[in-house]
């Protein structure tokens, strides 16, 4: 069946929800309205306000309440209505949830899923349009996931709401609204830390996440060469084996990313591939990010800045047909370096 | 009847809330244990930093009274006394603080992270008011799945400057959650004064903003003190609702080990240390006929012993493994 994301995530959280009395949930509007990107509609009319709680503007004091909550016997899902408001919060997931099994000794653990809406594209300006996995990849204790389609939402979902330990799931706000033609169930729970092989070929591999799985997929469309595709679906732990597994057999590894090129994800992927697998590469790794500027609101200016199919087939053909690795579009263009 | 020393932590926990002096014992082995704390940083067989609580004992005690292992406590960095007072054993705290794998988290916590579960100690909090919010969530547990749990959250006045308190009450409020948000008012907010930080000194007053049933209590009498908050959880246990106690207190030492505390008005501390919890604990079950002097110095003596034996017991104590590192991460781990 066609499925929206938005409505992926609500049967999720109702299927874990059916399954769990223990499974609670709060957030900011997510109760009888449902939800500001309609990702929560009918659980509180399914499971009523002792389980499904909106809460004053307090980040900090409900995402809290979720490592309180959590190590006492509750499975607290916790949507922060867009990623930066974690910036209020961030203390108690990254220093406190992230730690509360190491600093008890295993005696208590804080399996919380704290969802947000994450990432550009929608036109909501700087401040509501990171992606900001960063705050978090560099905390143990953390397990952090982005899906990248209704089918991808729904099966890390469950798995996330079943972990005993912190989870950040960050769902990319541009695809709440696309379609996935898939049969909700637990046959369609998706295990943490698995990539999923989106397309199979033998020039280049390209790892994507989130938003750029899409980005990917477009831009294999009528090209020259042959991908091995990955959705990384987990950063934190990330599949190294599907990744280093699939450069060993292509030689070329392209990354896509949406986040500035300071710090982000790909840089560990490209740094473990380069270090255990440089025997394979034939070529350059290729890291394409966004510019390190904030994201600009203008329609025009916000589409630049984050990698197109055209960027990333244009990338591919010179990685496979020249062995060259491109210079980001910004420096092409001399308008940053 | 041995009045420390018991097998486990929640013996200790249980002499506490039922036996008058054990309360008074198990004050006087707080200020020997962190005595002993002091002492071991001087020698240099400590690393890092730690904060005692010496005055603040009897907070620590007539909490520990009052409450039930079953209910959850979120406490500061300055937690020796609450999980001494709790039933943590000293030679358990005593190894954590030495970073030795006896100690009450294997060592890889120090003086500021403590735990155990066993008498409902969550894991102590190195960050300002960080407690707060989860002890509000530890009520939310106790609510939704119908148990008779309350829990606590213990923090001193500088944390009700922070956003998390002040969420915290809200949230706990609104949401008819049972915590006793429990503020050990001691003036100082690290190395800074209430007056200088903070519009007015009864921090009690805060709760008004959250309509929340709020009292000033002396934190210097544990014998009225344990009456007193014995109450508030009753009160809480009750009607579900929370509740907030400021406790006027005051800490004898300095913020942290490396503070002199120079900067006290002078003559403070001295008002204060005629207050200190275990000389009006010690004076009063003199006056009240239950021990005579020589019985009192003998308990502080018996106290003493039994404290430089844990001492010896923790600095005994071998190293953690390299694997316990690696360990508790995560569910896997």
Same mark, same amino acid.
């Given at each position: 069946?066609?499925?929206?994301?938005?409505?992926?995530?609500?049967?999720?959280?109702?299927?874990?929800?059916?399954?769990?009395?223990?499974?609670?949930?709060?957030?900011?509007?997510?109760?009888? #309205?449902?939800?500001?990107?309609?990702?929560?509609?009918?659980?509180?009319?399914?499971?009523?306000?002792?389980?499904?709680?909106?809460?004053?503007?307090?980040?900090?004091?409900?995402?809290?309440?979720?490592?309180?909550?959590?190590?006492?016997?509750?499975?607290?899902?916790?949507?922060?209505?867009?990623?930066?408001?974690?910036?209020?919060?961030?203390?108690?997931?990254?220093?406190?949830?992230?730690?509360?099994?190491?600093?008890?000794?295993?005696?208590?653990?804080?399996?919380?899923?704290?969802?947000?809406?994450?990432?550009?594209?929608?036109?909501?300006?700087?401040?509501?349009?990171?992606?900001?996995?960063?705050?978090?990849?560099?905390?143990?204790?953390?397990?952090? /996931?982005?899906?990248?389609?209704?089918?991808?939402?729904?099966?890390?979902?469950? #798995?996330?709401?079943?972990?005993?330990?912190?989870?950040?799931?960050?769902?990319?706000?541009?695809?709440?609204?696309?379609?996935?033609?898939?049969?909700?169930?637990?046959?369609?729970?998706?295990?943490?830390?698995?990539?999923?092989?989106?397309?199979?070929?033998?020039?280049?591999?390209?790892?994507?996440?989130? #938003?750029?799985?899409?980005?990917?997929?477009?831009?294999?469309?009528?090209?020259?060469?042959?991908?091995?595709?990955?959705?990384?679906?987990?950063?934190?732990?990330?599949?190294?084996?599907?990744?280093?597994?699939?450069?060993?057999?292509?030689?070329?590894? /392209?990354?896509?990313?949406?986040?500035?090129?300071?710090?982000?994800?790909?840089?560990?992927?490209?740094?473990? /591939?380069?270090?255990?697998?440089?025997?394979?590469?034939?070529?350059?790794?290729?890291?394409?990010?966004?510019?390190? /500027?904030?994201?600009?609101?203008?329609?025009?200016?916000?589409?630049?800045?984050?990698?197109?199919?055209?960027?990333?087939?244009?990338?591919?053909?010179?990685?496979?047909?020249?062995?060259?690795?491109?210079?980001?579009?910004?420096?092409?263009?001399?308008?940053?370096? | 009847?041995?009045?420390?020393?018991?097998?486990?932590?929640?013996?200790?926990?249980?002499?506490? $809330?039922?036996?008058?002096?054990?309360?008074?014992?198990?004050?006087?082995?707080?200020?020997?244990?962190?005595?002993?704390?002091?002492?071991? @940083?001087?020698? =240099?067989?400590?690393?890092?930093?730690?904060?005692?609580?010496? +005055?603040?004992?009897?907070?620590?005690?007539?909490?520990?009274?009052?409450?039930?292992?079953?209910?959850?406590?979120?406490?500061?960095?300055? %937690?020796? %006394?609450?999980?001494?007072?709790?039933?943590?054993?000293?030679?358990?705290?005593?190894?954590?603080?030495?970073?030795?794998?006896?100690?009450?988290?294997?060592?890889?916590?120090?003086?500021?992270?403590?735990?155990?579960?066993?008498?409902?100690?969550? &894991?102590?909090?190195?960050? *300002?008011?960080?407690?707060?919010? *989860?002890?509000? =969530?530890?009520?939310?547990?106790? $609510?939704?799945?119908?148990?008779?749990?309350?829990?606590?959250?213990?923090?001193?006045?500088?944390?009700?400057?922070?956003?998390? @308190?002040?969420?915290?009450?809200?949230?706990?409020?609104?949401?008819?959650?049972?915590?006793?948000?429990?503020? !050990?008012?001691?003036?100082? +907010? !690290?190395?800074?004064?209430?007056?200088?930080?903070?519009?007015?000194?009864?921090?009690?007053?805060?709760?008004?903003?959250?309509?929340?049933?709020?009292?000033?209590?002396?934190?210097?009498?544990?014998?009225?003190?344990?009456?007193?908050?014995?109450? !508030?959880?009753?009160?809480?246990?009750?009607?579900?609702? &929370?509740?907030?106690?400021? *406790? $006027?207190?005051?800490?004898?030492?300095?913020?942290?080990?490396?503070?002199?505390?120079?900067?006290?008005?002078?003559?403070?501390?001295?008002?204060?240390?005629?207050?200190? &919890?275990?000389?009006?604990?010690?004076?009063?079950?003199?006056?009240? =006929?239950?021990?005579?002097?020589?019985?009192?110095?003998?308990?502080? $003596?018996?106290?003493?012993?039994?404290?430089?034996?844990?001492?010896?017991?923790?600095?005994?104590?071998?190293? &953690?493994?390299?694997?316990?590192? @690696?360990?508790?991460?995560?569910?896997?781990?």
């Amino acid at each position: 069946m066609l499925v929206r994301m938005n409505q992926a995530v609500s049967a999720a959280i109702a299927a874990e929800m059916r399954d769990d009395p223990t499974v609670v949930l709060w957030g900011e509007d997510i109760g009888e #309205s449902g939800g500001v990107f309609k990702a929560t509609v009918g659980l509180f009319e399914e499971f009523g306000a002792d389980r499904v709680r909106d809460t004053p503007i307090s980040e900090m004091g409900f995402l809290g309440a979720a490592v309180g909550a959590a190590a006492t016997g509750l499975r607290p899902i916790v949507e922060i209505m867009f990623v930066e408001f974690l910036g209020v919060a961030l203390d108690q997931l990254v220093t406190e949830a992230a730690m509360f099994r190491y600093l008890s000794a295993g005696e208590y653990s804080a399996g919380i899923t704290l969802r947000a809406s994450a990432g550009a594209g929608l036109g909501f300006g700087a401040q509501h349009s990171q992606m900001l996995d960063r705050w978090v990849i560099g905390s143990p204790g953390m397990t952090v /996931v982005v899906p990248s389609s209704a089918r991808t939402a729904y099966g890390l979902l469950r #798995s996330a709401i079943r972990t005993d330990d912190p989870v950040l799931v960050l769902e990319p706000r541009q695809l709440y609204g696309t379609r996935s033609d898939f049969e909700p169930g637990d046959d369609a729970v998706l295990p943490l830390g698995k990539a999923e092989f989106i397309a199979a070929g033998t020039d280049v591999t390209l790892v994507g996440l989130g #938003s750029t799985v899409p980005t990917i997929g477009e831009a294999m469309e009528g090209s020259r060469w042959s991908a091995d595709a990955i959705d990384l679906l987990t950063i934190v732990p990330w599949d190294s084996e599907a990744v280093l597994d699939s450069v060993s057999r292509t030689g070329r590894l /392209v990354i896509v990313e949406e986040g500035p090129e300071q710090g982000g994800w790909g840089a560990d992927v490209a740094a473990t /591939v380069a270090s255990k697998a440089f025997d394979s590469l034939k070529a350059p790794i290729v890291r394409m990010t966004t510019p390190n /500027v904030p994201i600009a609101f203008s329609q025009s200016l916000e589409e630049r800045f984050l990698p197109s199919a055209t960027d990333v087939a244009h990338a591919v053909d010179e990685l496979v047909f020249s062995g060259r690795c491109v210079s980001p579009w910004w420096e092409r263009e001399g308008l940053a370096t | 009847m041995s009045l420390i020393g018991e097998p486990n932590p929640l013996e200790r926990r249980d002499v506490i $809330k039922f036996d008058r002096l054990a309360r008074l014992g198990r004050m006087i082995e707080i200020r020997r244990v962190e005595e002993a704390i002091q002492q071991l @940083f001087a020698e =240099g067989a400590v690393r890092g930093t730690t904060h005692t609580a010496q +005055g603040q004992e009897a907070v620590s005690v007539a909490l520990a009274a009052a409450t039930e292992p079953s209910d959850s406590v979120t406490c500061t960095y300055r %937690g020796h %006394g609450v999980a001494l007072a709790l039933g943590m054993k000293p030679e358990t705290l005593l190894a954590e603080v030495l970073g030795r794998s006896t100690g009450a988290i294997g060592g890889v916590g120090g003086s500021m992270h403590l735990c155990d579960r066993s008498i409902g100690l969550m &894991p102590t909090f190195a960050i *300002v008011g960080a407690g707060i919010p *989860v002890a509000v =969530g530890a009520g939310l547990s106790s $609510k939704i799945l119908g148990s008779n749990a309350i829990a606590v959250a213990v923090f001193g006045d500088g944390a009700t400057n922070i956003g998390a @308190f002040h969420e915290s009450m809200n949230l706990a409020r609104v949401w008819e959650l049972p915590v006793l948000f429990l503020c !050990e008012n001691n003036l100082y +907010g !690290e190395y800074s004064r209430i007056d200088r930080t903070t519009p007015f000194e009864d921090l009690h007053r805060r709760g008004g903003s959250y309509d929340m049933d709020s009292r000033s209590l002396d934190g210097q009498e544990v014998e009225s003190l344990t009456v007193e908050l014995q109450h !508030e959880v009753d009160q809480i246990r009750a009607t579900s609702m &929370p509740r907030f106690v400021e *406790v $006027k207190t005051y800490r004898f030492a300095g913020h942290s080990r490396s503070d002199p505390a120079t900067y006290r008005p002078e003559g403070e501390l001295d008002k204060w240390l005629k207050r200190d &919890p275990i000389a009006l604990a010690s004076a009063a079950v003199i006056a009240d =006929g239950l021990l005579d002097e020589g019985a009192v110095e003998a308990l502080d $003596k018996q106290v003493s012993e039994r404290v430089t034996e844990a001492v010896g017991v923790a600095v005994a104590s071998p190293e &953690p493994a390299l694997k316990s590192m @690696f360990e508790n991460v995560k569910a896997d781990s």
